[in-house]
């Protein structure tokens, strides 16, 4: 069996070990009415064991499991690390996999993942589906429910078990009724419960337990004197067998027993342990302080090498060790075993358990198992310890963007340490950027400022490599929190520090920091900086490996092509991006983006069916939680749009509202003015001239980049009241806005202001001064093959552009334009290629080609497949002019490309 | 501890069936425990709220203690057997009879 299950989504394995069925162990007293009572029971609903630790549920269930077909068992140990929402349904998820895969590939994991978190119901509907697709029956058992306490768990089972398909059926086990309603499934027979009453044994169970399975010679009485002490309880009664194993005067300890007011396990652990040699003793007590034993840890722990021996010889002898798995390399602790332990040594060792901690949580932090590590660390209350492992792992948990992880392991840590830790405080203030608690994430910075300024030799550092870029981290940071305030010139100043301060090879970091320039430059409107600086993010982010960050930067590099006119470069932006992704393999939760992108892009070149199925691509790959399913219906609105679809694109545009999530990007299509602009369209002047009024935009406003589309969103709706006074506010506007966009060189932009600004003139009669304006449009997007930017203006901009062409004005491009607008079929408009630059990529391509590397080892050094290299190859040589490699190098070298 | 001196804190009395060794007043931090006929346990002492409170009934559901009962009150009187009670290491048994005096 695997050691680790994967799971889908990016954080760590699962533990193998928690679906490990146990085992029937030797010596187990068979219980068949029990098992006839589960078996009737596992027919419904939920069936629920109830009872005190010790009194035998596991036990029980794994002798039911053993008269079922694996393939139709999720089995899940549950503990204290899982509880929490996420943790326990990956977990649910995961035991649930092998027998239905569509478990792991439906979704689900990445909804629950999110940093905005889906409804657990919308996750569970996913999963329940799956479930339901495969009549087989499931049984998916619990133990150890009582450890889960969290709340996202509550309301997700009671909706479980609301909605549970017939082939499902659920059996819990717990040391405590669980909160899932439980007196409503009783009345309607849904559930079986199996109690403490339930498990105690009979005097003749417990008598056949003694005499035939432990080989105890006792007489009825003592049998009887035992029954009555325990209670039937079989966890006791399992300890005084062992005490009594080989034990002359049985007799005499059970009436001695009997008479004792003790706590009983107390008392039997004390006899059991008595009868131990030192050296096994010593080992128990010791290693109680462990959740789960292997032979390396118990070793570190005892500072011994007997760990492997030992563990063989409890497990032997029956003294309440639990295998984990079928390999024998985990075990754990009977819970009640290991507490009563836990009690004697701290009587017998009180000095050391602290080390024994310390020991445990040195194992762990060196096997990479940070939770635990942690958790030894506070169980001793050495909290220097435990901020130590925190912070060794703070980066690796920062950069897979697990905040809320990183800030559940600090909550026990006292501030008064933190405020030691600079390096630590640093990236805890990343962290509540990341759940959007900027005060916290200011205030923590500062202190890590604090200690660098005013106390370095005071520091406590655990993390040398971070340590060392410190300053450029709090710049970052800092950043981050200007950026969020909008402050573009503080950004900026920020962003810059942090590159001045990184190494070359820090690739994560400088990505991050370039891409905050990015940001600053895009909110003041300077795209082209903006594009820049995303574009070589991107390269940093690919070098360090960050997929997800180099899909996102991608995307906005794209999207600030397409805002300058660019479309082109777009395009190869994206699908650039995309070979990458699929070179490198493996699930990637942006890539629908990059799709979306690509849709849009075939919108404006009027390729209607080839934005649909970009459409289906991206839901192919999935299109997951925070801000992919907004955009996705964006794109599908823009569609609708181009169709001609009005209706459905504004029913879509309201689908999307909700969904909105405000980031670090500006809003560059807020939704509310692409929708004016369709109300616009209908007809509907009223509603759109109400969005104005609400949005307090007006013809006179100082003009920002910020509100750039929203003014030009007014010029349209002026444009459509169409009476003279409209009509000229918003030539006035248009006039404005044209210089804006021009200063900012936004071209793209530029455009649809051009062609609005013919729109006008029209209107208002003068069809030479619309033609002035519409020409250095035409000569402009013609290379661009822009479609939808005219064809989306009307019937009295088609005439204008017959006019154009009648004048000899970019002919070819008017002709392709008037045919797309009849609807007859042409293909797709040839964007001529006159003198026109290599991309980055074909540049890359060109150099390799001036190396001696092979097709495929070009390939393999630009990480895309060889059919991509040999587009780009075929590309180069085509806008070159050539046809051969040495050709294109000849020709290159005149151009001085090379 | 501080715990005794906080303002919302409440006096306990928990039962349990089973006589407790003093070392098991290490997992009851803070709390006294003290033998009672019929092999009751009695685990008292200041806990700061109901979280804290229902920290130690949890602990006795793991130990699969049987609760008898639960209750808020004054501190028991000194009237118990003095070689039955079990002081913790924590010294709160001092603070509480500080609390008595003043």
């Known amino acids: 069996m695997a050691a680790t299950r994967r799971s889908a989504g990016n954080a760590s394995p699962l533990l193998g070990t928690k679906f490990h069925i146990p085992a029937m162990r030797a010596g187990q007293v068979r219980r068949s009415r029990l098992i006839e009572r589960i078996d009737r029971g596992a027919r419904g609903k939920l069936v629920l064991l109830s009872a005190p630790p010790g009194f035998g549920k596991t ?3 794994a002798e039911w499991c053993a008269g079922i077909p694996a393939s139709n068992l999720a089995w899940l140990s549950l503990d204290q690390a899982d509880n929490h929402a996420v943790s326990f349904w990956k977990y649910v998820f995961g035991a649930l996999s092998p027998a239905r895969p569509g ?30 697709a495969d009549p087989a029956d499931l049984w998916l058992v619990l133990d150890d429910f009582h450890v889960i306490e969290a709340e996202g768990v509550e309301t997700g089972m009671a909706f479980l078990l609301d909605h549970l398909p017939p082939q499902l059926h659920v059996v819990l086990a717990s040391r ?27 005097t003749d169970e417990a008598e056949t337990f003694l ?125 009640l075993f290991a507490d009563v332990l836990q009690a004697q040594l701290s009587e017998q060792f009180e000095d050391e358990v602290a080390t024994l901690h310390a020991r445990a949580s040195d194992w762990y932090a060196a096997n990479r198992e940070p939770d ?40 026990p840590i006292p501030d008064s340490l933190l405020r030691k830790m600079p390096v630590l405080s640093t990236y805890y203030g990343h962290a509540l950027q990341g759940i959007g608690d900027m005060e916290g994430s200011a205030s923590r910075i500062a202190d890590a400022e604090r200690i660098l300024v005013e106390s370095p030799g005071e520091a406590l550092v655990y993390d040398e490599h971070s340590f060392a870029m410190l300053p450029a981290l709090i710049a970052v940071g800092r950043g981050y929190l200007s950026m969020a305030a909008r402050d573009a010139a503080t950004t900026a100043t920020h962003a810059t520090t942090a590159l001045a301060l990184l190494a070359p090879d820090e690739h994560h970091w400088r990505g991050t920091a370039v891409a905050l320039c990015g940001l600053a430059h895009w909110i003041e409107g300077d795209l082209a900086a903006a594009q820049q600086f995303h574009s070589e993010a991107v390269a940093c982010f690919i070098r360090s490996g960050d997929t997800g960050l180099a899909i996102t930067s991608s995307y906005h590099t794209a999207e600030l092509l397409k805002a300058r006119g660019l479309l082109e470069s777009a395009k190869r932006r994206l699908e650039d991006t995309l070979d990458y992704v699929n070179a490198k393999g493996g699930a990637s939760r942006g890539a629908a983006n990059l799709l979306l992108g690509l849709s849009e892009l075939c919108c404006e070149w009027n390729d209607l069916p080839g934005a649909a199925a970009h459409l289906e691509s991206a839901d192919r790959l999935g299109v997951f939680p925070p801000r992919t399913p907004f955009r996705r219906l964006l794109a599908e609105a823009r569609l609708r749009q181009c169709e001609g679809d009005l209706e459905r694109a504004v029913a879509l545009l309201n689908e999307a509202e909700p969904l909105y999530i405000r980031g670090a990007v500006p809003d560059y299509r807020p939704l509310a003015a692409w929708r004016a602009r369709l ?52 030539e006035h506007l248009l006039e404005r806005l044209a210089a804006a966009a021009e200063g900012g060189h936004r071209d793209g932009t530029g455009f649809e202001i051009g062609v609005l600004l013919a729109r006008a003139r029209l209107a208002a009669g003068d069809s030479g001064g619309a033609l002035s304006r519409l020409e250095p449009v035409l000569r402009g997007a013609q290379p661009e093959g822009y479609a939808r930017l005219f064809l989306d203006e009307g019937p009295a901009l088609l005439g204008l552009i017959r006019l154009a062409a009648d004048r000899g004005i970019t002919p070819d491009y008017c002709e392709l334009l008037l045919r797309q607008a009849s609807g007859r079929p042409v293909p797709m408009p040839v964007r001529p290629r006159t003198a026109d630059a290599l991309s980055e990529r074909e540049l890359d391509v060109l150099r390799l080609l001036a190396s001696e590397l092979s097709g495929p080892e070009m390939a393999a050094e630009l990480v895309v497949s060889l059919n991509t290299l040999r587009t780009h190859t075929k590309n180069v040589y085509s806008k070159l002019g050539v046809n051969s490699r040495r050709a294109a190098l000849r020709r290159a070298a005149e151009l001085g490309l090379l | 501890m501080e715990r005794a001196n906080h303002p919302s804190a409440n006096h306990y009395q928990v039962r349990v069936r089973g006589h407790l060794e003093s070392r098991w007043a290490k997992q009851f931090e803070g709390l006294a425990l003290t033998l009672e006929p019929a092999g009751i346990t009695l685990i008292e002492g200041s806990l700061e709220d109901q979280a804290a ?13 049987e609760l008898v009962s639960v209750s808020r009150g004054p501190p028991s ?7 039955h009670r079990h002081p913790t290491a924590t010294g709160d048994f001092e603070n509480d009879c500080s609390n008595q005096g003043s």
């Open chain 2, 53 to 65: 409170l229902h920290s130690v009934l949890r602990r006795i559901r793991d130990l699969g203690l």
């Open chain 1, 211 to 335: 005499n035939e399975v432990m080989g105890l010679d006792l007489n009825h009485d003592d049998v009887q004197r035992l029954e009555d002490r325990t209670e039937g309880w079989a966890g006791a009664l399992q300890l005084a067998a062992l005490s009594l194993e080989g034990r002359d005067g049985a007799s005499e300890f059970i009436r001695a027993f009997s008479g004792d007011d003790r706590y009983i396990v107390d008392y039997l652990v004390e006899e059991v342990l008595r009868r131990q040699p030192p050296a096994v003793r010593e080992f128990l007590l010791k290693t109680s302080i462990l959740e789960r034993l292997s032979a390396p840890l118990c070793d570190a722990v005892t500072q011994a090498a007997d760990g492997r021996r030992m563990l063989d010889a409890l497990e032997r002898g029956n003294l309440f060790v639990v295998p984990l798995d079928d390999r024998r390399r985990w075990f754990r602790y009977h819970q």
């Open chain 1, 59 to 61: 036990s029980l269930l």
């Open chain 1, 679 to 730: 109300w616009a369209e209908q007809g509907r002047l009223a509603e759109a001239l109400d969005w104005a009024r609400l949005r307090a935009i007006s013809a006179d406003d100082e003009l920002t980049y910020a509100t750039e589309y929203e003014h030009i969103t007014l010029a349209r709706i002026l444009l459509a009241q169409a009476t003279p006074s409209s009509i000229a506010s918003a």
């Open chain 2, 77 to 83: 009187t000194n009237n118990a057997p003095a070689h």
């Open chain 1, 372 to 411: 635990r590590a942690i958790r030894h660390a506070l169980a001793a209350k050495d909290f220097e310890r435990a901020a130590a492992v925190i912070e060794r792992e703070a980066e690796s948990v920062q950069r897979h963007h697990h905040p809320d992880r990183l800030i559940a392991w600090l909550k």
């Open chain 1, 103 to 132: 478990v792991s590939t439906c979704g689900a994991i990445e909804l629950l993942e999110a940093p905005q978190p889906a409804p657990i119901e919308s996750v569970l509907s996913l999963v329940i589906n799956e479930i339901a």
């Open chain 1, 176 to 202: 405590v009724d669980p909160p899932v309603p439980l007196a409503r499934m009783r009345a309607r027979g849904e559930l079986t419960e199996i109690r403490a009453a339930d498990l105690r044994l009979t």
